[in-house]
């Protein structure tokens, strides 16, 4: 049973528009999320990441959003930008573990045009 | 260009091959780790090592060996592997097991 899911396997958007992704989870152990992003032919890179004991992280365009009651995280990519265009994949730990043990979810794979 | 370096990109073998995936990262970190994505797939973990140590292994199949000889280098020794071994098998390192990865560009194993 996953304990990551991204329901959404792709999503398309217009550039300068908001871009929504969404992450739901299972554990309520987990206490530390992060997005990564992947481009093809190239391994994820770190985006962005929240602790529970937050519900909102911001960086430049990039937004985090964590609802605990619901067990959904939310990124927010505004304005959304044709570089943008990637797989985004959603990772959940317990921070009090060892973050190898990161469970991820399958990835939505984000078009924004032109 | 993350500092970590896998090779090679690409990898075609048949199921009586023995093969080695290489990973080597430039970054001064202290875990690395091995993941494998398969097609609509999460990613899975495989292997952690932390300090040259393996500290967990996800119950991976025998066919996979895993080899740390140092922290910079990592190893996937790959033998009589099978159709559904065919993957992107990604490596990545932290500079703690508690810290952020940095990914690799992956190999992707194609299995006949």
């Known amino acids: 049973d996953q304990q990551v899911k991204q329901n959404s396997p792709s999503l398309s958007v217009q550039e300068g528009r908001i871009s929504i992704l969404n992450c739901d989870y299972t554990n309520s152990m987990f206490d530390y999320f992060l997005w990564y992003k992947k481009y093809p032919a190239e391994g994820p890179t770190f985006l962005i990441s929240i602790s529970s004991i937050k519900d909102k992280n911001e960086d430049g365009r990039f937004t985090v959003f964590l609802n605990k009651s619901a067990k959904h995280l939310s990124l927010h990519i505004v304005p959304s930008q044709p570089g943008d265009s990637a797989v985004y994949f959603c990772a959940a730990s317990n921070y009090g573990g060892s973050q190898g043990n990161l469970i991820f979810g399958k990835g939505t794979k984000l078009s924004v045009k032109p | 260009e993350t500092g970590v370096t896998q090779t090679p990109r690409h990898l075609v073998m048949g199921m009586t091959n023995k093969k080695s995936l290489k990973c080597e990262q430039h970054l001064g970190h202290n875990a690395m780790y091995w993941y494998k994505q398969s097609a609509k797939k999460p990613l899975e973990l495989m292997f952690v090592y932390n300090f040259k140590e393996q500290t967990e292994n996800n119950s991976v199949p025998s066919r996979f060996s895993p080899e740390c000889p140092n922290s910079s280098h990592l190893f996937l020794h790959l033998h009589t592997l099978q159709p559904e071994d065919s993957a992107l098998y990604l490596c990545?390192?932290?500079?703690?097991?508690?810290?952020?990865?940095?990914f690799g560009s992956g190999t992707q194993l194609s299995v006949l």
């Open positions: 990545a390192s932290s500079p703690g097991v508690d810290e952020k990865l940095f």
